[in-house]
């Protein structure tokens, strides 16, 4: 028997006038005489949350596989198989020196993913940054040789916000990743400059074109119809399926980021939410979430950071029965119904990530699904907000690491053990071993299969 089939190129895109639309994995791009298909890319994200946690309702009961989820891990239920509990986790380069008064918030957000002491002072009365390069920023710089973007950072509140910081600068405060030891990467909250950084032409000049269409309330993907359809009539129904779907997914993130901004134009401004984000925080949140799948399911990029909001930030959250602002609830001071808010807005937050979860783990990938091939860290740098303690940090991973992860368990690491241990860990996962990282001493043990 003779196979004519030939295979689609990995990197295929749907192509029209401001448009450049990346395809997930499809069979027919799969070679014909290949056994098996490619293996599925490794993705790597990491969601950060601010102020701590409360320990007490964070931490499960029990060890290994027999452990009981806590009032703030429940929502993540569901997922219990794909979760790995971390406890005992340190970052000493969150911890003041000598000299040092002040700065635990942006020591907490700057050395979570570099594990490098920022440096707070200010010399010469100019702020200098100092820090190191973050660990989604070491994979960046391989893993982006094969897609489109290095990595993406995503979050819920605007760099232009600025207010009360602990230290001589709000920059610690609002990144968490790091191109080197002075350059930070600033987050993007703005949904639809998200969109337009994905899926915008980059090879297109015609900005009036990018315009028009987005006046017209005309999809992006109607200007790449005919490419569509083309594409379609070579597929099988599977193909045909999966492609639907990825592309009816997108459209919904365009109709929403439309509607966000048709509301936003009939409302007064607010500082903290620039034109086009949505009022509420959650249609915010997973709108911001399902760009990050995206990314993820067409390839266009494996690393991605999301930070929930900024250390100190202050956000209330009416929408739950909490309208105090968030940072002085953590500084509780045994104060019981502040505990039990400040423990509120920890569940809300992982409510929420849970349907960044359950999108991952419902979006196929290769053999799998997305979930099954990624590496999510959530988690925040401060053990317990009320005392702004580094220690024993508050640390999930979700994910499979395409094999290289086994979950349903707490795994709980005598005190002391570096956070850079895990990150160490992780470049492994992620197929780029290094000796050494911040201030490691040794691979964590026990996450693999």
Known sequence: MMIFKKALPRRTFLRGVGAMVALPLLDAMVPAFAAVGPKPATRFGVVY????????????????????????LEPLAPYRDSLLVLSGLDNREALGIPGESGGEHPRASASFLTCVHPVIKSVGGRFDPRVGVSVDQILAKELGNHTELASLELGIESVAVVGSCDGDSCLYNSTISWHDATTPFPVENHPRAVFERLFGDSTSTSKAAQAARIRE?????DFAAQDMERLRMGLGPKDREKLSQYLDSMRDVERRIQKAEEQSSRELPVLDRPPGIPARFDEHMMLLFDLM???????LTRVSTFMIGREMSTKAYPEIGVPDPYHPLTHHQGDQEKIAK???INAYHSQL?????????????????????SVIVYGGGLGDGNQHFASDLPIVLLGGGNGKIKGGR??????????????????????MPVEKFGDSTGNLELLSV
Request: aromatic share 10%; charged share 20%.
């Open 49 to 72: 949350f601010p102020n701590g946690a409360i320990p007490g309702q964070w931490k499960p009961k029990g060890e290994g596989a027999a452990f009981e989820l806590s009032p703030i």
């Open 410 to 431: 707490h795994l709980r690491y005598p005190a002391g053990t570096p956070l850079a241990n895990l990150h160490l860990r992780l470049m492994d996962v992620m197929g």
């Open 353 to 373: 990530f849970s349907y960044f979860v359950e999108k991952l783990q419902s979006t196929p990938d290769g053999d799998g699904s997305l979930l099954d091939h």
């Open 217 to 221: 309330k005309r999809s992006l993907l």
């Open 342 to 344: 400040a423990a509120r």
């Open 293 to 299: 799948a995206l990314a993820f399911q067409c390839d």
